[in-house]
């Protein structure tokens, strides 16, 4: 059997990880292993930290070959340098998703570099301006558009040439709970993300032909830096982050391994018959 073929019978078949440092835990389980992503390339944006690097780190251990891309270079050479060290494979490339001859450049030199590219996780993303719609600037409202709606789409754009000529793939594109429901702010940032939300359905369906799934991730609030920087911008830390805890059900923030797990899923052959869908991991947010 020829090569796309063989890997297109591997899209259609099956292959078939805890948060917190206590007993059973994310980082417990390294030992336990199953390389879900054994021979996979995967390209990952916003991967310098937060869950970013928790997604890296996780497709790293489950046998994945890791394109770690982000605007940020320190924080993004110690990404890598802490998969390595771990015994995966992974590269950084510096990259900017709202400059898309980065875009065609960085993917084609992790296609040139590792073979194939099999998995897109969208990741990167600002959390912008928080103001009222009437007190938003062009500029502002154009800069969060930029990086969480335009980057999505130059990604995939770039990345679908690829996984046809790999016979498939899957693409995570990173929403949010406010790809769902709506809050009294932030409105480029929840525009952006519901568009993700419907541009991923769109996408499912165009690609499914060619063996690409694309599904979209709904994280609620997780203790990320972005999500720290938002708070202490609005005042006192600590009561900002028991406030949103008590937003969720659970009683809690979540930590990036916990949506980590999730996009392991959708990248993963487990979810195979998983295109257009939502993937909601919130601790019972949008339960309300």
């Known amino acids: 059997m020829h090569q796309e073929g063989q890997r297109r019978v591997g899209y259609l078949s099956a292959q078939v990880g805890s948060t917190s440092s206590g007993p059973g835990s994310f980082r417990d389980r390294e030992e336990g292993t199953m390389n879900r992503l054994n021979g996979k390339v995967a390209l990952v944006t916003g991967a310098a930290q937060g869950i970013g690097f928790a997604t890296a780190q996780l ?10 891309t982000d605007v940020q270079i ?7 340098d802490e998969i390595v060290r771990s015994g995966g494979t992974a590269r ?9 001859p980065g875009i065609t450049r ?11 590219l099999d998995v897109l996780v969208n990741n990167a993303g600002i959390s912008g301006t928080n103001k009222p719609t009437h007190e938003i600037t062009l500029e502002e409202w154009n800069r969060v558009i930029s990086v969480n709606l335009n980057g999505v789409f130059l990604c995939t754009k770039h990345a679908i040439g690829y996984m046809k000529s790999a016979g498939g793939g899957s693409i995570v594109n990173l929403s949010s709970i406010y790809g769902l429901v709506g809050a009294a702010d932030s409105p480029p940032y929840h525009a952006a993300k519901g568009a993700v939300r419907l541009m991923s ?6 690609y499914a032909p060619d063996y690409i799934r694309v ?6 609030f997780i203790w990320t830096p972005m999500v720290e920087n938002f708070l202490s911008s609005q005042g006192d830390l600590e009561a900002g982050r028991r406030a949103i805890d008590e937003l969720h059900p659970i009683g809690h923030m979540g930590e990036p391994e916990d949506i980590a797990y999730g996009i392991l899923y959708l990248a993963s052959e487990e979810s195979k018959f998983v295109t257009g869908s939502e993937l909601v991991i919130d601790g019972g947010y949008t339960a309300h």
């Not at 950084?92 to 898309?100: G, K, R, S």
């Not at 599904?215 to 609620?220: A, L, M, T, W």
């Open 92 to 100: 950084f490339w510096q990259l900017d998703t709202t400059d898309e």
């Open 215 to 220: 599904n979209s991730v709904h994280p609620g």
């Open 106 to 116: 960085v993917f084609a030199e992790v296609v040139d570099a590792f073979g194939h």
């Open 59 to 68: 497709f790293a251990r489950e046998g994945a070959t890791v394109a770690l």
């Open 74 to 80: 320190d924080e993004g050479m110690r990404a890598v």
């Open 201 to 206: 359905k769109t996408d499912a369906m165009i």
